[in-house]
């Protein structure tokens, strides 16, 4: 009997060639349908991951792909809105930190430097970026390290006044006020340290605490010297009448001193606080000195002192008020006639600078060492305080002269050889249609 040699009948071949490209077509259907959004998919949330934006949140797909893209296409939106705003606060942080005059130093836990500002970098005049290195290596100060490491231990807010000393000698000493706060971060701890340079203040309450001071000990010598005579006038009320004479006339002297030490006090402190208003006009020169020089004349008489005019012709007119003009002159003259000796002679001369005019009161007097010539416009410096003092000298006088002439957009300055003589020149703005004439004239008009 023949045998039938093929396993199965040609028709369950054929139901099986049937069924396998059904399951072939099935599995291209379910890798079309499924597998290539799903690769798809995966590339987006790669892109998504490393911090792209896909190109499109298009899946093509059944309709649950369709939800899950519309869900990732909203998770992409909130990352870039996240992203952006962190960007906005970071470069408003930025903004801050660099605006700021004050120095900020941002320190982790290990005291290594995370962030500065660019005021902490000019305060310390740092040339290297520091971030990556220690306080102590950046900085190179003992006090700020001890300062991050006190706020760190107490895990509190810390302030103190740090004092740094020049490197040159000449220059002051500057201070800083550091306030250092502990600051927490993701589970870690850091200190922002912040540093305002005080320097300025503290040289003001130095200034403040001197004047007061300078102010002390100048009201105390004639306050002193009325105590004592009027001591002895109740002791003895029989004093013979000469030597009452005598009392009274240093009594009257030391009152006049006293009245001339209010009067520059608060001359200066007007001054100084610009509260007084200028009332400026034209002056020509030669008439205002030759008034001035009238007024000294007894003065300059009794010490042989010849008053010389040495203005060149044709001087155009200043711009000042003539009665501050006048203090700035009488002080100039003042101290030639003081510091000089018997039977010299004082200058007054004059030339036009561009817009300024330039006046010099020359002595040939006792002459300023040179360590003191730089102070003698500040308030209260004598070069010789006794014998200034002796002489009525209140060491306001080239203070107030400095002042007015600043009053007037001008400057000071002094030169002097010692044992030669003095000239103390002083600038002050022409006449305004003076001006124009000086201006130099412009090639195109
Ligand atoms: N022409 C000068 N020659 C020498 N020394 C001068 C001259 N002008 C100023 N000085 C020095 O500068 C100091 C300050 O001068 P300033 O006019 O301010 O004070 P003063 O003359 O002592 O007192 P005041 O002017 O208040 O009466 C003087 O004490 C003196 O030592
Ligand atoms: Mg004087």
């Given at each position: 009997m023949p045998v039938d040699s093929t396993p199965f009948p040609p028709l369950t071949l054929a139901l099986l060639a049937g069924a396998g490209l059904a399951a072939a077509g099935l599995f291209a259907f379910v890798r079309h349908r499924w597998t290539a959004p799903a690769r798809r998919l995966e590339e987006m949330l790669a892109e998504l991951s490393a911090g792209r934006v896909p190109r499109s949140f298009i899946l093509p797909g059944p309709p649950a792909f369709i939800r899950i893209a519309g869900q990732v296409e909203k998770i992409a939106a909130r990352q870039d809105r996240l992203l952006e705003q962190a960007r906005r606060?970071?470069?408003?942080?930025?903004?801050?930190?660099?605006?700021?005059?004050?120095?900020?130093?941002?320190?982790?836990?290990?005291?290594?430097?995370?962030?500065?500002?660019?005021?902490?970098?000019?305060?310390?005049?740092?040339?290297?970026?520091?971030?990556?290195?220690?306080?102590?290596?950046?900085?190179?100060?003992?006090?700020?390290?001890?300062?991050?490491?006190?706020?760190?231990?107490?895990?509190?807010?810390?302030?103190?006044?740090?004092t740094l000393s020049p490197a040159n000698p000449d220059e002051p000493p500057r201070h800083f006020d550091v306030s250092a706060m502990p600051v927490r971060r993701a589970g870690t701890e850091d200190v922002v340290a912040v540093f305002h340079d005080i320097s300025r203040l503290k040289q003001l309450e130095d200034v403040r605490r001197e004047f007061v001071a300078n102010v002390s000990h100048e009201l105390r010598t004639p306050l002193s010297i009325f105590r004592g005579y009027v001591e002895t006038l109740i002791d003895q009320p029989h004093v013979p009448p000469a030597e009452l004479q005598r009392i009274l006339a240093t009594m009257l002297r030391h009152s006049q001193r006293l009245n001339a030490l209010v009067d520059d006090l608060l001359m200066l402190a007007r001054l100084e606080s610009r509260r007084i208003a200028l009332d400026?006009?034209?002056?020509?020169?030669?008439?205002?000195?030759?008034?001035?020089?009238?007024?000294?004349?007894?003065?300059?008489?009794?010490?042989?002192?010849?008053?010389?005019?040495?203005?060149?012709?044709?001087?155009?007119?200043?711009?000042?008020?003539?009665?501050?003009?006048?203090?700035?002159?009488?002080?100039?003259?003042?101290?030639?006639?003081?510091?000089?000796?018997?039977?010299?002679?004082?200058?007054?001369?004059?030339?036009?600078?561009?817009?300024?005019?330039?006046?010099?009161?020359?002595?040939?007097?006792?002459?300023?060492?040179?360590?003191?010539?730089?102070?003698?416009?500040e308030r209260f410096y004598r070069v010789d305080k006794a014998r200034s003092r002796d002489q009525g000298g209140t060491g306001l006088g080239l203070s107030i002269v400095k002042h007015i002439v600043q009053l007037h957009g001008g400057e000071v300055a002094a030169e002097s050889q010692l044992n030669h003589g003095t000239t103390i020149t002083v600038a002050l703005p022409l006449a305004e249609e003076e001006k124009e004439k000086e201006a130099p004239q412009n090639p195109t008009s």
């Amino acid at each position: 009997m023949p045998v039938d040699s093929t396993p199965f009948p040609p028709l369950t071949l054929a139901l099986l060639a049937g069924a396998g490209l059904a399951a072939a077509g099935l599995f291209a259907f379910v890798r079309h349908r499924w597998t290539a959004p799903a690769r798809r998919l995966e590339e987006m949330l790669a892109e998504l991951s490393a911090g792209r934006v896909p190109r499109s949140f298009i899946l093509p797909g059944p309709p649950a792909f369709i939800r899950i893209a519309g869900q990732v296409e909203k998770i992409a939106a909130r990352q870039d809105r996240l992203l952006e705003q962190a960007r906005r606060e970071e470069y408003s942080l930025r903004a801050i930190l660099r605006s700021m005059t004050e120095g900020v130093l941002v320190v982790d836990a290990n005291h290594v430097v995370r962030e500065v500002n660019e005021a902490f970098l000019r305060q310390f005049a740092l040339r290297t970026n520091p971030i990556g290195r220690t306080v102590l290596e950046a900085v190179r100060i003992a006090a700020v390290e001890e300062a991050i490491v006190e706020t760190f231990r107490s895990g509190q807010a810390h302030e103190r006044e740090i004092t740094l000393s020049p490197a040159n000698p000449d220059e002051p000493p500057r201070h800083f006020d550091v306030s250092a706060m502990p600051v927490r971060r993701a589970g870690t701890e850091d200190v922002v340290a912040v540093f305002h340079d005080i320097s300025r203040l503290k040289q003001l309450e130095d200034v403040r605490r001197e004047f007061v001071a300078n102010v002390s000990h100048e009201l105390r010598t004639p306050l002193s010297i009325f105590r004592g005579y009027v001591e002895t006038l109740i002791d003895q009320p029989h004093v013979p009448p000469a030597e009452l004479q005598r009392i009274l006339a240093t009594m009257l002297r030391h009152s006049q001193r006293l009245n001339a030490l209010v009067d520059d006090l608060l001359m200066l402190a007007r001054l100084e606080s610009r509260r007084i208003a200028l009332d400026a006009v034209a002056v020509r020169l030669e008439p205002f000195l030759g008034r001035i020089a009238g007024d000294l004349k007894m003065k300059l008489a009794d010490k042989q002192l010849t008053l010389v005019l040495a203005l060149p012709e044709g001087l155009p007119p200043l711009e000042a008020d003539p009665f501050r003009l006048e203090q700035v002159i009488y002080n100039l003259l003042d101290n030639a006639i003081k510091y000089s000796e018997p039977d010299g002679r004082i200058t007054i001369s004059a030339e036009v600078a561009g817009p300024m005019m330039r006046l010099h009161v020359t002595d040939h007097g006792k002459g300023i060492p040179p360590a003191d010539l730089p102070h003698i416009f500040e308030r209260f410096y004598r070069v010789d305080k006794a014998r200034s003092r002796d002489q009525g000298g209140t060491g306001l006088g080239l203070s107030i002269v400095k002042h007015i002439v600043q009053l007037h957009g001008g400057e000071v300055a002094a030169e002097s050889q010692l044992n030669h003589g003095t000239t103390i020149t002083v600038a002050l703005p022409l006449a305004e249609e003076e001006k124009e004439k000086e201006a130099p004239q412009n090639p195109t008009s």
